[in-house]
């Protein structure tokens, strides 16, 4: 008896076999052995070429599938990014099929405007590698590491002048009837090089899980009240950023952060021209 109806779970066990060439293809990067250095190239290179972007969900109205299959039609042969469960996920793929022990762990955004907790629609990637868990993240759209870090509670680590850490904290981090201790979650932390004030960026609990244990949270962020209700765009530089958040694109270059309103009749141009994203 199969375990559900219409569904062939057997497609997100099997990666096409062009796809590692086409990612690194895309990527610029040749394959060597796996190793922190590599690793760290590939999650920086990653964040420079795809973008985050939902833009199936607010734009076109669009299915969003993250079967390996769809993944590489979308991603790598087309000029698109995807949000978290389709960058991640892909990316998780593309580091197993050069021989890192690389899984999917879930995550809990925090950088919204809720009243109360959301859903743990978010996830990140865990590599094992020389002893050690690292944590990766390509599909936040935000000010994540542009490397990897090392899991481990409260060692602040420098990425490209960035520095994060991670601390134990309940299953949210203001949920007083959560014991640290006992609810296996951590928080994210990056510290501004600036004023030295703390920013909470996500939670992660570090468990491995399969690529199809978030069919359930794509449909939850891609459908129905709680998808997206806002296009989100975002992309990184070698010296700064670009983002468009609903109409308003903010662009930080070699120092220089412009702030301007975009007309809907514009956003193939601007997609392309800021995000190298062709629709």
């Known amino acids: 008896m199969a375990w559900s109806r219409g569904m062939t779970w057997e497609n997100y066990f099997e990666t096409p076999r062009e796809f590692k060439d086409l990612y690194l293809k895309k990527l610029g990067i040749e394959q060597r052995t796996p190793s922190q250095q590599y690793l760290d190239e590939l999650v920086r290179k990653h964040q420079l070429v795809f973008p985050v972007e939902n833009l199936d969900i607010t734009d076109f109205h669009l299915p969003v599938h993250?079967?390996?299959?769809?993944?590489?039609?979308?991603?790598?042969?087309?000029?698109?990014?995807g949000f978290c469960f389709e960058l991640n996920g892909a990316f998780s793929l593309l580091l197993k099929a050069l021989g890192f022990d690389a899984w999917l762990c879930p995550c809990r955004p925090l950088q919204h405007a809720e009243p109360c907790p959301v859903p743990a629609t978010h996830c990140a990637i865990l590599i094992y590698l020389n002893g050690k868990a690292r944590f990766a993240d390509?599909?936040?759209?935000?000010?994540?590491?542009?490397?990897?870090?090392?899991?481990?509670?409260?060692?602040?680590?420098?990425?490209?002048?960035?520095?994060?850490?991670?601390?134990?904290?309940?299953?949210?981090?203001?949920?007083?009837?959560?014991?640290?201790?006992?609810?296996?979650?951590?928080?994210?932390?990056?510290?501004?090089?600036n004023t030295g004030q703390d920013m909470s960026l996500m939670q992660m609990t570090p468990i491995q899980q399969y690529l199809c244990d978030f069919y359930g949270?794509?449909?939850?962020?891609?459908?129905?009240?709680?998808?997206?209700?806002?296009?989100?765009?975002?992309?990184?530089?070698?010296?700064?950023?670009?983002?468009?958040?609903?109409?308003?694109?903010?662009?930080?270059?070699?120092?220089?952060?412009?702030?301007?309103?975009?007309?809907?009749?514009?956003?193939?141009?601007?997609?392309?021209?800021?995000?190298?994203?062709?629709?």
């Open 66 to 81: 993250i079967d390996p299959q769809s993944l590489m039609k979308k991603i790598l042969l087309k000029a698109r990014g």
């Open 138 to 193: 390509v599909g936040y759209g935000g000010p994540v590491p542009s490397g990897s870090i090392e899991f481990k509670e409260h060692e602040l680590q420098t990425v490209k002048k960035e520095t994060f850490y991670f601390r134990k904290s309940g299953i949210s981090p203001d949920d007083n009837t959560s014991n640290p201790e006992h609810s296996g979650w951590y928080t994210l932390i990056r510290r501004s090089q």
């Open 217 to 279: 949270q794509s449909l939850l962020r891609s459908s129905g009240d709680s998808a997206y209700e806002e296009r989100q765009v975002s992309v990184r530089y070698t010296d700064g950023f670009a983002n468009l958040q609903g109409k308003t694109l903010t662009v930080l270059k070699s120092g220089q952060r412009q702030v301007s309103e975009i007309d809907d009749s514009d956003l193939s141009l601007v997609l392309k021209k800021y995000f190298g994203i062709i629709v």
